[in-house]
């Protein structure tokens, strides 16, 4: 599957402002592919289909997880902004006999992330964080800290997305938590130094 026709069947099950955004993505995807050794042409076509189900309806992506082994039940006791990204690799391979595993686990975890996520996983997950036209508090931060070291960022992404899913008294989907705990081992102490350095 290339770019052109993948952008052509996301472009037909997104709405405008949702497909913008896939095409921001993109271009964020490819730079940091660059920047960190990952496929560039990987994260171009896994960042294009990101988002392919974002918009199927609930009972559709419910039917979808409940008769496909590959997805676990777990998925149905979270919110279902976590089911389009596992949902979407599933329907991407289905229809159209896309079998690549590292775009499959890219689109797969680009909402929650997980243990041991590859760098272009981590590419995907990031370039959806920090396109240009996100703006939330936070954003700014990883923004920078995507310019150096990308677990960094990638830590600092998901520290702000589990103490944003806490304060609102909101579930955190197990892979999150693994993600957060697996980079924190090992750019902890790192981000807490970008911290001291950055605040004075």
Known sequence: MDKETALSEVKKRLPEKRYAHTLRVMECAVELAKRYGADPAKAELASALHDIAKYFPEEEMRAIIQSRETLPDLLLDYHPSVWHAPVGAIYIKETFGLTDPDILAAITYHTTGRSGMSVLEKVVFLADYIEPGRSFPGV???????????????????????????????????????????LIQVCGVRLKEWHKRTEV
């Open 140 to 182: 700014d931060e990883v923004r920078e800290m995507a310019k150096e070291d990308l677990d960094l960022a990638v830590a600092q992404a998901l520290a702000n997305t589990v103490r944003f899913l806490v304060e609102n008294y909101s579930q955190v989907y197990p892979d999150t938590l693994s993600a957060y705990n697996d």
